[in-house]
């Protein structure tokens, strides 16, 4: 079954699924004392070590967590409370406008339940952020924010930032820096101490590995205030008990995706392109959206005017092709997607969209099922039509 949406989650490597099956049913909680927890703890601080060294990070900034998610709770939440705590005319949130819900939902709880001011930097036509984008948002005014969280690269339309120059323009001033890099340790180098921030989120799902665990990797003088209060695990700012299997998997997968990561960019992107023109040729007003160069190797983004992307996507998933529309269906409804919005798109093209995203066993053939049953599809789409969005048929 041809399997289009590895941005949504990846399978895991069969050699992980093996390392993790082995260790379901060992003992062994890392904290207690004894032999099985003493084995257990080295093989989470062993799996400590992996992801520091793949990601440039030091071992001790290596926070383990149940996932993307939750790292981006953490850093959102955590450092924010602790800015303002400290000085607590931090008081300011800056994110871009594109981030992902596990992004966009903090934030914004922060801003109606906590009083933090939430602020927005745009993004260009193709979904990047620029630093100049983010000084304007910022208008000098330094001491007033707290934290700043802007993605590595978008996991709809698969724009990629320059990380390093978005740092570049709050270096010094006390801001902290979060970036979002769960859709990236496949496709890209990813170097912690380089890049700069203060914290960077990763998931296990997104890299071969199992769901419902991660990372967030934080320097050593970004302090949050926790979440989750308990036994004091992770350095104290995520209590409970370790899940050591799925952090040894995880560790293992990511080790995995950054040694094949050379290849796989290599032959990904070149399958992503034979799809790109593929589709052009085959539906001629497909518009194709997101950068052509500062974009994640396994990801193709496309308008179909006309076709209501979350139709198209069960047209397509009953012939046996499975994609992603990217945007939420909210009361029944398909909802715009807020990237596509962002990225200047009206309502009606932001809601005719479909991401098709590759991945380590993707092949040619997964790209020809496509291919055959995607204009029919969009004959069908077009067909049924587009209906109006809850907000202009008046309803909330
Ligand atoms: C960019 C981005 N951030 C965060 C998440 C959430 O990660 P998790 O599924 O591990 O909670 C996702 C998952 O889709 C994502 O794509």
Not at 113 to 126: H, Q
Not at 152 to 175: C, F, H, M, S, W
Not at 277 to 299: F, M
């Amino acid at each position: 079954m041809p399997y289009l949406d590895h941005a949504a989650t990846t399978p895991m490597y069969s050699e992980v699924a093996a390392l993790m099956t082995k260790m379901l049913t060992d003992a062994g909680n890392p904290s207690s004392l004894h032999s099985s927890g003493r084995r257990a703890r080295r093989l989470v601080e062993e799996a400590r070590e992996q992801v520091a060294a793949v990601l440039g990070a030091r071992p001790a900034e290596v926070v383990f967590t149940s996932g993307g998610t939750e790292s981006n709770n953490i850093a959102l939440k955590g450092i924010a409370w602790d800015q303002r705590k400290n000085n607590p005319k931090r008081n300011r949130i800056i994110i871009s406008s594109v981030e992902h819900h596990a992004i966009l939902d903090p934030a914004h709880w922060l801003n109606e339940s906590e009083g933090f001011e939430l602020n927005y930097v745009p993004v260009t036509n193709t979904g990047l952020v620029t630093p100049a984008a983010l000084a304007q948002v910022i208008n000098g005014d330094f001491d007033s924010v707290a934290v700043v969280s802007i993605m590595l690269a978008n996991n709809e339309v698969g724009t990629v930032n320059d990380i390093a120059a978005l740092v570049d323009v709050i270096r010094g001033t006390g801001i902290r820096f979060h970036t979002d890099a769960v859709q990236a340790p496949l496709w890209l180098e990813i170097n912690f101490e380089k890049l700069g921030t203060c914290a960077l989120s990763v998931s296990g799902h997104k890299v071969g590995g199992p769901h419902g665990v991660g990372a967030i990797i934080m320097s050593r003088d970004c302090s949050v205030t926790p979440l989750i209060h308990g036994g004091g695990q992770e350095r104290d700012v995520r209590s409970g008990t370790l899940d050591v299997p799925a952090i040894v998997a995880f560790a293992k997968a990511l080790e995995i995706s950054v040694a094949q990561r050379e290849l796989q960019v290599k032959k990904i992107s070149k399958l992503r392109d034979d799809l790109v023109a593929q589709v052009k040729s085959a539906v001629p007003d497909a518009i194709y959206n997101g950068e052509l160069t500062s974009r994640l190797a396994n990801n193709a983004h496309f308008t179909f005017p006309g076709c209501l992307g979350d139709s198209l996507l069960m047209l397509l998933d009953a012939q046996g092709v499975e994609c992603s529309v990217g945007s939420a269906c909210s009361a029944g409804v398909p909802q715009p997607s807020h990237v596509l919005l962002a990225m200047g798109a009206d309502e009606d093209s932001a809601r005719c969209t479909l991401r098709f995203t590759l991945g380590h066993n993707s092949t040619e053939q997964d790209v020809t099922a496509l291919i055959k049953e995607l204009p029919g599809a969009i004959e069908r789409a077009k067909r049924a039509g587009v209906p109006k969005t809850l907000a202009s048929v008046g309803e909330k």
